[in-house]
């Protein structure tokens, strides 16, 4: 693999053409279909992976055999480097929700990168923060909020991550399916379409397809409801 390639990932943005050689030489590319699972929880970890191309969800089931969807990783996100770092099992299972491509690096080889890269490293440390902060604000909603609150708080989230502004004020989110937030904000499937035919009903959001047109006032809405 050329070394342009890498540096279209934010992760490796920053390297030179040196040290972004030294990763080309080290990874490889792996390709999933959609639903193939890419690691189970409580197995060993090799490898760290970073999303080329597609979509997966990482995943808790609980004794029960409920799914519980701890973050969806789209292409540049990052994944398995928990592992590789506590010398622990992995923490979740990830599974792809659509056609994968993988770019993955062996555990002795990510971590000498890391040794070799302040700047790379702190990249990694800046996004283990920013998912623990996440988390910390999950349990914070799960524990003090109503399922309103939560998926007010779910499209806030989406809506700062990804949201697009359009000329008409309205902002544009592109959605997960109803199942998938249900399983992030631990609640039913039905009651998720229930509330978002409710928003609609209220003018408050457009749903059309995987995408969702939020209107100013939803937002302003939504921020009473989830803080
Ligand atoms: P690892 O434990 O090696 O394997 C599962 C991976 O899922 C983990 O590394 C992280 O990359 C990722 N992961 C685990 N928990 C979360 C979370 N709460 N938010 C985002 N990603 C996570």
């Given amino acids: 693999m050329q070394t342009s390639f890498f540096r279209k990932f934010p992760l490796f943005a920053d390297l030179d053409d040196r040290e972004l050689a030294a990763i080309a030489a080290v990874a490889k590319s792996r390709r999933y279909a959609k639903d ?25 089931i609980s004794p029960e055999g409920k799914e519980i969807i701890l973050k969806l990783l789209g292409p540049g ?18 599974v792809a929700t659509e056609p994968l491509e993988l770019v ?41 909020m109503d399922v309103y609150g939560r998926l007010a708080r779910f499209f806030l989230d989406l809506a700062r991550d990804q949201g697009k502004v359009l000329d008409n004020g309205y902002i544009a989110v592109t959605r997960p399916t109803h199942q998938a937030m249900a399983n992030m ?43």
């Fill in 36 to 60: 193939d699972v890419v690691f189970y929880a409580d197995e060993s970890g090799d490898i760290f992976c970073l999303i080329r191309e597609g979509q997966v969800k990482v995943t808790m």
């Fill in 77 to 94: 996100d990052f994944f398995g480097e928990m592992a590789l770092l506590d010398d622990e099992p992995r923490s979740a299972t990830v």
């Fill in 104 to 144: 993955t690096i062996w555990r002795n080889d990510f971590l000498q990168i890391l040794a070799e890269n302040f700047t790379l490293t702190k990249k990694v440390l800046a996004e283990l923060s920013r998912r623990l902060r996440s988390a910390s604000s999950r349990i914070e909603s799960l524990a003090t």
């Fill in 185 to 227: 904000i631990g609640t039913s499937r039905e009651t998720v379409s229930r509330l978002i035919h409710d928003l609609m009903r209220q003018n408050l959001l457009i749903s059309e397809g995987k995408t969702v047109y939020l209107k100013k006032t939803a937002i302003e809405q939504f921020k009473e409801e989830a803080t």
